[in-house]
């Protein structure tokens, strides 16, 4: 048995390396953000360039890495390894990611949507410890969603179940990245949070946010607009209201298809507090079969920024267990 597994987390703007031991801890961990917003070589490039890095950090070697995980933010067939699309990265179709990257570090790689893996680090060392079932709700650049049922990760026939970001919401509403209309996802995400920002610009409202503009429309982050919305825009105060009451929307949606006995949410967008959690409690309540509100627990994650790269370590550790 090899001491080590090492978690590499895909996001739209940072990869995130660790090597993980068996117990969770995180010995030596390595970001770059090389790889934000550009085509799938670059990120690939940004991916072996983490692994060797994050081993060089605690002077390791590849002889005592059980295995490599990847998370990865988009819609993911793990079993085959494939990339199916990402709403946060561009120019991702069909592409064999795992295989790829295992050719280029020679050790064996796991590939993963990432929010399954948040929801594997909080079942097996966070806020889900003791629990059976449970849902992962990541509030982030996107809106993802792990689910773990009678102790395992499920992913469905394909390995894309969990998907309820692009789950409608609002027929004939606003673009989606994934080519629908009125997803999730326009609403309750960063990519939404911007979307929205532009569309009251294009608008012509008078706003804060027209600072963050830029010609080519780089992503106005959440954090921006919550910092106008506490300043008193109204503009940003409405984004921030309705991309919280659509995350209250999606809990509920997990609660009535999942049944789940806790729901554990995190992500980025959460670290703005009352302000996105108030309105988001609102759009559960108003939404979710009243019999049904008190059947879960609702927590927040506990192992923060590093849950992804965690819950990475886990999944190798328990695949090669079962090999």
């Known amino acids: 048995m090899k001491p080590f597994a090492v978690g590499i987390d895909v996001g739209g703007s940072k990869i995130a390396a660790g090597l993980v031991n068996r117990e969770g801890k995180i010995n030596a961990c390595f970001t770059t953000r090389a ?39 988009g819609t993911v067939n793990g079993p085959a390894g494939m990339i199916l ?103 309750a995400s ?36 919550a910092e106008a919305a506490s300043q008193g825009d109204p503009v940003a105060q409405e984004i921030i209201q309705t991309a919280g009451y659509y995350f209250g929307v999606g809990l509920s949606i997990i609660a009535q298809i999942v049944n789940p006995e806790l729901i554990v949410y995190g992500g980025g967008l959460t670290n703005l507090g009352n302000q996105i959690l108030e309105p988001a409690m609102l759009g559960l309540r108003e939404n979710i079969q009243p019999e049904l509100l008190d059947s879960f627990q609702l927590k927040p994650w506990q192992l923060g920024e590093q849950v992804g790269v965690i819950g990475a370590g886990a999944l190798v550790f328990e695949t090669m267990k079962q090999s």
Request: a negative charge; proline letters at 4%.
């Open 35 to 73: 790889h934000s917003e550009k085509e799938p070589r670059y990120v690939i490039d940004a991916i072996e360039d983490a692994y060797h890095s994050v081993l060089k950090e605690c002077g390791a070697s590849s002889s005592e890495v059980e295995g490599v995980c990847l998370g990865f933010a």
């Open 85 to 187: 699309i990402s709403s946060n990265l561009p120019a991702w179709h069909q592409m064999p990611l795992r295989d790829t990257v295992a050719e280029r570090i020679g050790v064996p790689v796991i590939l993963e949507n990432d929010t399954n893996l948040c929801g594997l680090g909080e079942f097996y060392y966070g806020a889900g410890r003791g629990s059976r079932n449970m849902c992962y709700v990541t509030f982030s650049t996107g809106y993802g969603l792990g689910i773990i049922i009678d102790g395992k990760l499920y992913v469905g026939a394909t390995g894309t179940a969990g998907e309820v970001a692009h789950i409608v919401v609002d027929v004939g509403g606003p673009p989606c990245t994934c080519g629908k209309k009125g997803c999730l996802m326009a609403y």
């Open 190 to 225: 960063g990519v939404g949070i911007s979307r929205m920002a532009y569309d009251a610009i294009d608008a012509g409202k008078e706003t804060l946010l027209r600072a963050h503009a830029t010609p080519d429309r780089k992503r106005i982050g959440g954090e921006a607009v």
